[in-house]
């Protein structure tokens, strides 16, 4: 996929929203992914778990 269209209608201001919504995965799912993303951090250092697109740029 190279790209996505998003269009945002009837948009309401910030103090009215009680929860942001996101195009990635449910938030339990995010938080316990961060838990883990800490405890590989904690182990094998700063910088243990980085996004795919970088990976390379690391071990080069």
Known sequence: MRGIKLR???LAT???VTEQLSLGGSREKLLRLERVIGRANARFGTGAVVPAT?????AG
Request: hydrophobic fraction near 35%; glycine fraction near 10%.
């Open 54 to 58: 970088l990976a390379n740029r690391r």
């Open 14 to 16: 910030a103090n009215g």
């Open 8 to 10: 945002a209608d009837q």
